[in-house]
């Protein structure tokens, strides 16, 4: 059996470090006088698929009148020449950022309790992966941090390969899945997309944690998903 996690929303809390990041990269990009509340910021959380989607959450946020249904429409009509230099800049004060104090910034990223549970579990992590939308280093960073918790780089696919292949079920298609069994376990059940009757072998969990939707049903709680992993 093969074990296929999300990164940000499964495995750690992320938000908050990339509130801060897509705050000076606006600020550097957009508006110098931008500013934004935290909670503001989170609630269009569950709707980020990829680094660039923070310029337009930033966007409704510094226009008064506009919600998550003109995010939506933004994003579904953005030209990467239009978000192109922002997340360039995104990803410049993220690398700024951990140079200038690693440990805080380190900090900055939480780890769910599923964590702890895995490294309790000692599991054999040669058939774990992470599939992420987050760019490779950073969750490579941020897992240095914890002994036990040994997923082999080669093992992660991230930014790179997510704009390369454009969805999760993609990336795992190409490069993890076989005939033998793969559990997926991510937050967002818009990721589940692309796996149906022709991947009998692929089993898709939605955590109860992360950056869920309110719509969101059928979620299952870190004891279960832990239960999942010994079977």
């Known amino acids: 059996m093969k074990v296929v996690f999300d990164f940000d929303g499964v495995l750690f809390d992320t938000a908050y470090e990339a509130y801060v990041v897509a705050k000076v990269a606006y600020q550097n990009t957009v508006n110098s006088d931008f500013y934004c509340d935290y909670e503001d910021f989170l609630s269009y959380r569950h709707k980020v698929a990829t680094a660039w989607n923070y310029k337009y959450v930033l966007d409704c946020i510094s226009i008064n009148n506009l919600g998550v249904g003109d995010y939506i429409t933004l994003i579904q009509n953005a030209k990467e020449e239009d978000y192109l230099t922002f997340e360039e800049v995104f990803f410049m004060e993220r690398e700024k950022l951990k140079k200038k104090c690693f440990s805080k ?39 240095k941090k914890y002994d036990g918790f040994n997923i082999s780089d080669d093992h992660i696919y991230g930014h790179d390969d997510y704009k390369k292949y454009q969805n999760k079920s993609a990336i795992i298609k190409k490069k993890i899945l076989t005939k033998e069994r793969l559990i997926f376990i991510d937050d967002l059940d818009k990721h589940f997309e692309g796996f149906g009757n022709d991947t009998p072998q692929v089993e898709t969990i939605l955590v109860e944690w992360g950056y869920i939707p309110p719509e969101s049903q059928g979620a299952l709680n870190v004891n279960d998903v832990v239960a999942l992993l010994i079977k």
């Open 105 to 143: 910034w380190l900090d900055l990223n939480k780890p769910y309790p599923i964590v702890q549970k895995m490294i309790n579990l000692k599991l054999n992590y040669q058939n774990v992966f992470i599939v992420s939308t987050k760019d490779k280093q950073t969750i490579i960073d941020i897992l």
